[in-house]
Nanobody, 125 residues
């Protein structure tokens, strides 16, 4: 069974950077597309970024394009989300998710069937 464990969240000032990690285990990593989502207090879960099974293609929400970068390391079975130029509105719990079906351009949360527990990111102004 697939397990996803996020890490790397924390408190950072506006304009700063953080790198989130999502450690994948339990199945063949290369068979799964992986996405990052976030949920701010009182709001729904929002798509952030996704990466294809090969790692050759990525897809971003407009709100983070140019500031965030998603990548994957097949040797470590880990997906990263590098977040630069952080803004207070980026404050949320960040989740990674995986799916063995569908395409990386599917930004819907219902398209993912495996989820991590989340990691808190807080950006102060």
């Amino acid at each position: 069974q697939v397990q996803l464990v996020e890490s790397g969240g924390g408190l950072v000032q506006a304009g700063g950077s953080l790198r989130l990690s999502c450690a994948f285990s339990g199945r063949t990593f290369s068979s799964y597309r992986v996405g990052w989502f976030r949920q701010a207090p009182g709001k729904g879960r929002e798509f952030v970024a996704a990466i294809s099974r090969s790692g050759g293609s990525t897809y971003y929400a407009d709100s983070v394009k140019g500031r965030f970068t998603i990548s994957r390391d097949s040797a470590k079975n880990t997906v990263y989300l590098q977040m630069n130029s952080l803004k207070p509105e980026d404050t949320a719990v960040y989740y990674c998710a995986a799916s063995s079906v569908g395409t990386y351009t599917d930004g819907s949360s219902v398209g993912y069937d495996r989820w991590g527990q989340g990691t808190q990111v807080t950006v102060s102004s």
